[in-house]
């Protein structure tokens, strides 16, 4: 077995936490894991992303060569689309949060974002599944924005392609966080996982 | 994680806290930093445990600084760690070669991280260089649990031949993450009186026992454990890796479905290189292909010792068949093996690159590097560029490495003229300025941020006062170093361990030698252009503290103010102001509404400063209880 998900996004969306929460859960179920992290200089609004290779037989290598993403978890859809066009391939799955971010040059105007409609019907053409998820409105009805990323991580979960049950993950949310922040973090999960599993965005 | 006692326990680390763990099982007494990417991590680490288990952690002011520090650690036998970027190695040049002259007592090691592909560096140095310069043992991981296990060794290594040991790691090894099995935490050894007649000196008469060392370290990694052979045995393909190129070419060689052709060694232990083992490999080849970071280090020595043992063999590596720059990647050495194994290309990759049909779809913009919302530094080089503008010259800006290295770029105006090292600013402006003399007619500028006017300004300004530089020297000092992640400088007031000390102040060290020294707020758009102005055309040596809080840093502590723009007021793109907010000043909180045609602020990245309320000419945008 083997399991290629790449996480993208934006700078601050905490997208490195949640890698590392999910590839430490499944080091503890007895996976080999590794996680490549790139952010370099753009930990401020920049492009970041990080490869999860999951396998029951040796520890891959950190980054997950052009066309082999299994799943891409993206946290803006944009970014969805920069790395689908890179990593994926026509049995990739996607998911994807609907919120745009918009990058510098767009907001001095030199650049434009494409229409949502259109960047959806690009993803769509060019996987085999697409989830379009509100993570970070759902994140805002749950009450802090920040969480939009343990969200993506419960929708995820809840993909045929990973080994993991939500009980597994809450043990490394349980190294990370206590008290309500712990139970919130539950919480949240469980909707993005629900969310997947009843074809929500689908 | 990093303090469990669970020997044989496996977790998920990071690279950077797999080095933590490393020295933690080695038994450190003493580790030391100056902080720089893509190592800043580790002794932040370290210092918040350092209490708790026991040792000593601390940033210092600079590379050179932090090794002398854990010399003289090393010299009561306590056992020590350095950790450094490739340019804090170079930083310590001079100490590493009569460090290893002298040699050490207790177990010295330095991580040197490069940054192959510069992710955040502004270059791709490679810290291999200058273990044979200095006659040093250099090892190298192929993986997270491999750095673990690496310190602890180069540890006892360094005791055992009493000299420091270099530990190259890179980017994706530090920001990689990967199972690493936790092995035992040993008991802290007591330390050993220094006698009377103990010496630890680096003088020239011990060149000979630097190379005997050097030898003892061959002896001991022809029969390493962290050289491995893997794939068909007595290959005539061979394959030898250094550091990750391991992992990709595992990886492309099951991909390409040969990982039976082919034989791989990987070396972990790289200078002296272990002769009897590479030549017993390469005996058997015909040719061989080399993957490792950045230079054709391992490439050019292996050619060395072919040539030396008279074996007569093909070698392809970084001089021709992978790229000279930049860093390994899956694709880089799948198609350096294809080209290596005579594999044709059957058919275009299936996605990504050239012929990809995905990549003909929507025009997608790019992520653009800028100052965070509020920065101070924006506001620095915006008041920068206009009292220069308003001498009708816009003179010459001189700078180094931090944050603000971004002004080089749409950021800062464009606010750049020169940046090489850390510390570079200053003494080039010296030198600069010096011309002015002799009929060179520029006004000449030099900038630092705080954390560097501390690592390697001071000399600087020092040289520039005695020779009566004509120069203004500015000092953006926004209480951080705030580029790597806010560790501690000596302008901070606190220490790795977490204890308050004494902030030194800029002002009173400028003062102390005499400099002329002025102070301002970068936030005073008018009252600070006019002083600059002034500055400028005054002669001789000034110095001008722009000082400012890091906004990151700010916005934990200051409550926002709301800003906002007043629709009736902004006069959209009929103002003729062509979009000062959003297009000139370029803080990603000013935004443009383009369904009302005027600007707006985004109330999310907004963090208040207010800026761009005073820059406003319409005076549309307004700020919670009004300017100030």
């Not at chain 2, 991590?41 to 600084?65: C, D, K, P, Y």
């Not at chain 2, 970068?522 to 503290?545: A, C, H, S």
Request: contains cysteine; proline residues 5%.
């Amino acid at each position: 077995m083997n399991t290629n998900v790449v996480i993208c996004g934006i700078g601050g969306q905490g997208n490195i936490l949640a890698s590392g929460l999910m590839g430490s859960a499944l080091v503890e179920k007895g996976y080999k894991v590794s996680v490549g992290e790139t952010y370099g200089a753009s930990q401020r609004g920049g492009s970041v992303m990080s490869h999860l290779r999951v396998s029951d037989e040796r520890e891959r290598g950190v980054l997950i060569p052009h066309g082999q993403a299994d799943i891409v978890v993206a946290f803006e859809p944009v970014e969805a689309l920069r790395i689908l066009r890179v990593y994926g391939n026509p049995d990739t799955k996607v998911i994807y949060d609907t919120r745009p971010a918009y990058p510098l040059g767009v907001l001095i105007g030199e650049d434009e974002y494409p229409a949502l409609e259109d960047i959806a019907a690009e993803i769509d053409a060019n996987c085999s599944e697409s989830y379009a998820l509100p993570a970070t409105e759902m994140a805002v009805e749950a009450g802090n924005a920040k969480v939009a990323n343990i969200i993506m991580m419960g929708a995820l979960a809840a993909m045929d392609e990973m080994p993991i049950e939500p009980e597994e993950f809450f043990m490394a949310l349980a190294q990370n966080f206590k008290g309500k922040v712990l139970e919130m973090n539950k919480e949240v999960f469980m909707t993005g996982y629900n969310a997947i599993k009843e074809g929500r965005g689908k | 994680m990093t303090t469990k006692n669970e020997p044989g326990k496996t977790y998920l680390m990071q690279g950077n806290e797999a080095i933590v763990r490393g020295a933690l099982e080695g038994g450190v007494h003493f580790a030391s930093s100056y902080p720089g990417s893509p190592s800043s991590q580790v002794l932040g680490m370290l210092g918040h445990i350092a209490e708790q288990m026991g040792f000593r952690a601390e940033w210092s002011t600079n590379e050179t600084t932090a090794l002398q520090s854990c010399m003289g650690a090393s010299f009561a036998n306590g056992r020590s760690i350095c950790i450094v970027k490739q340019n804090g190695l170079l930083v310590q040049s001079d100490t590493i070669h009569c460090g290893a002259l002298g040699g050490i007592k207790g177990g010295l090691v330095i991580v040197s991280s490069d940054d192959p592909d510069s992710h955040s560096s502004t270059n791709e140095f490679d810290s291999r260089h200058m273990a044979i310069s200095a006659n040093i043992p250099l090892l190298e991981p192929a993986s997270v649990q491999e750095t673990k296990d690496m310190i602890p060794y180069a540890l006892d290594l360094s005791e055992e031949l009493e000299q420091m040991v270099l530990v190259r790691v890179t980017t994706r090894i530090c920001h990689g993450r990967g199972g690493v099995e936790l092995g035992e935490l040993p008991e802290k050894r007591p330390f050993t009186p220094i006698g009377e007649w103990d010496r630890m000196v680096g003088i020239n008469w011990l060149h000979s026992f630097l190379l005997e060392k050097l030898e003892r370290a061959r002896e001991a990694f022809e029969v390493s454990e962290f050289n491995h052979y893997n794939g068909k045995p007595k290959a005539k393909n061979l394959i030898i890796t250094g550091g990750t190129g391991m992992k990709y070419v595992l990886d492309s060689l099951e991909d390409l479905g040969i990982e039976d052709e082919v034989g791989v060694l990987s070396l972990g232990t790289l200078w002296p290189l272990p002769e009897k083992l590479i030549t017993e490999h390469l005996a058997d080849a015909e040719k061989v292909l080399v993957v490792e970071e950045v230079d054709p280090f391992l490439e050019e020595h292996i050619a060395a010792i072919a040539g030396k043992y008279k074996i007569n063999i093909e070698i392809y590596g970084r001089n021709d068949i992978i790229p000279q720059i930049g860093e390994l990647n899956p694709e880089v050495v799948t198609k350096a093996l294809k080209e290596f194994m005579g594999i044709e290309d059957e058919k275009a990759p299936a996605c990504g690159g050239e012929g990809c049909p995905a990549a003909e779809g929507l025009a997608i913009p790019e992520r653009e590097l800028t100052f965070c919302a509020g920065c101070p530094h924006r506001a620095s080089f915006f008041i920068l560029k206009q009292a220069l503008r308003r001498e009708g010259n816009h003179g010459v800006v001189m700078g180094d490495i931090g944050c603000y290295t971004m002004a080089g770029q749409r950021a800062g105006q464009y606010g750049y003229h020169f940046m090489s090292c850390m510390g570079s600013g200053i003494s080039a402006a010296e030198g600069l300025g010096q011309l002015t003399n002799y009929g060179f007619d520029q006004p000449v500028v030099s900038l630092c941020g705080d954390s560097t006017f501390f690592h390697t300004v001071v000399p600087g300004l020092i040289n520039a006062k005695m020779n009566n530089a004509n120069i203004l020297h500015i000092v953006l000092d926004n209480s951080a170093t705030a580029m790597t992640g806010f560790q501690p400088h000596p302008g901070t007031g606190e220490t790795a361990m977490g204890y308050e000390t004494e902030k030194i102040s800029i002002k009173a060290l400028c003062e102390s030698i005499g400099c002329p020294v002025w102070e301002a707020d970068p936030f005073d758009v008018e009252e600070t252009t006019q002083l600059i102005t002034d500055l400028i055309r005054k002669d001789g040596l000034k110095v001008l503290i722009l000082l400012q809080p890091c906004a990151t840093l700010a916005a934990k502590t200051r409550a926002k103010k709301k800003v906002w723009v007043d629709a009736d007021k902004c006069r959209g793109d009929n103002c003729g102001c062509d979009r000062y907010c959003s297009r000139v000043w370029g803080c990603p909180g000013n935004i443009w509404d383009f369904e009302k045609d005027c600007a707006a602020i985004d109330e999310v990245v907004c963090v208040g400063c207010g800026v761009c309320a005073k820059i406003c000419p319409a005076k549309a945008i307004q700020v919670e209880g009004g300017e100030e």
